[in-house]
């Protein structure tokens, strides 16, 4: 019985659902390989070979797999499935976009966002945005799991390089696609998955200009900025500072929920959140049932008020 972990990565450093998911495939008790694909990779692999419990990487590196597109990368996981029980990576817009074509090739079942690991074979999975958890057991001999990186704590790396690293030579073209560009949000604030504070703006905030209340607050905590889909689709911010079941799913240490309603699709992406303060006018908002704290105030008066009480901290 053997793992193969799919790492996500930038060609220059591993994401950090990488370490969750490795959390995840140790609760398996079998050997562990890692396969990374991409181009000009080689600083991603040595990472990965300070891992702990990883015996082997592959490394596919070559033009195809720069831009690591789900059409032919599957096709190259595909070709490792004889050697492998179990196929996982994590439940982000990179496995999620891999790991169902993967499953389609080698005609198996997919198990997604995988919570827990009762056994080899039985898993616990969430279904109805959160509200039901399912235990769902498989007999395929090949097991493909996506990993809800939320529920496993990240493995840290060592100092030693343990891992053997191997090559791959085998080119996949891909005849399906072409990556033409993409526009990245760049921000000195933690990357909203990993962040331990997070801060989010909801519908009630009216306007992308208003958003600006949060930054400084966000600034003085270190906390990262998210956001509901209603803020999202009424254009307020970019849909990468989205949270919830069409977004990202977050468990940061503390989770402020400004003009947020709590519609059950925004909390199914954040009430796994160790700490959630609610700040909305409506003492009736769902998102105060979740909430460990709440506040019932305007939040055009509440958030000046915050920030002066952070900076009388700060000094």
């Known amino acids: 019985m053997k793992i193969l972990i799919i790492a996500e990565h930038n060609q220059q450093m591993l994401k950090s659902a990488v370490n969750n998911t490795l959390t995840a495939a140790k609760e398996l008790n079998f050997p562990i390989d890692l396969l990374i694909m991409g181009k000009d990779c080689q600083k991603v692999a040595n990472e990965a070979a300070a891992l702990p419990n990883i015996e082997k990487i592959f490394v ?12 032919n990368c599957a096709q190259l996981v595909a070709t490792f499935a004889k050697d492998y029980n179990y196929i996982l990576a994590g439940a982000t817009t990179f496995g999620k976009n891999l790991l169902p074509r993967v499953a389609a090739l080698l005609d198996v079942a997919m ?22 958890l399912a235990t769902v057991q498989s007999q395929d001999k090949l097991k493909i799991l996506s990993i809800r990186t939320t529920a496993f704590a990240p493995t840290k790396s060592t100092a030693e390089k343990k891992a053997i690293i191997e090559k791959i030579t085998e080119v996949v073209p891909n005849n399906l696609s072409r990556f033409e560009n993409q526009t ?6 933690p990357e909203l998955s990993s962040a331990h504070i997070i801060i989010s703006g909801g519908r009630g905030l009216k306007s992308a200009e208003n958003f600006k209340l949060l930054e400084t607050i966000a600034d003085r905590l270190g906390a990262a900025i998210g956001a509901s889909r209603a803020a999202v689709d009424a254009g307020f911010v970019p849909n990468d500072y989205q949270v919830g079941q069409t977004g990202k799913v977050v468990a940061p240490d503390l989770y402020i929920a400004v003009g947020i309603s709590g519609a059950i699709q925004h909390l ?42 952070l900076e009388k901290i700060k000094s």
Not at 112 to 132: C, E, H, L, M, Q
């Open 184 to 189: 990245l949000t760049e921000s000195a604030r």
């Open 60 to 71: 596919a590196d070559n033009d195809v797999y720069e831009h690591q597109l789900a059409e």
């Open 268 to 309: 199914a992406g954040m009430k796994d959140s160790k700490v959630i303060v609610a700040i909305n006018n409506d003492p009736d908002a769902p998102i105060f049932q979740v909430a460990d704290y709440g506040l019932v105030a305007d939040l055009f008066k509440a958030l000046p008020e915050l920030e002066t009480e």
């Open 111 to 132: 198990i997604s966002d995988v919570i827990k690991i009762n056994s080899p074979d039985t898993f616990v999975r969430p279904i109805y945005a959160g509200n039901i």
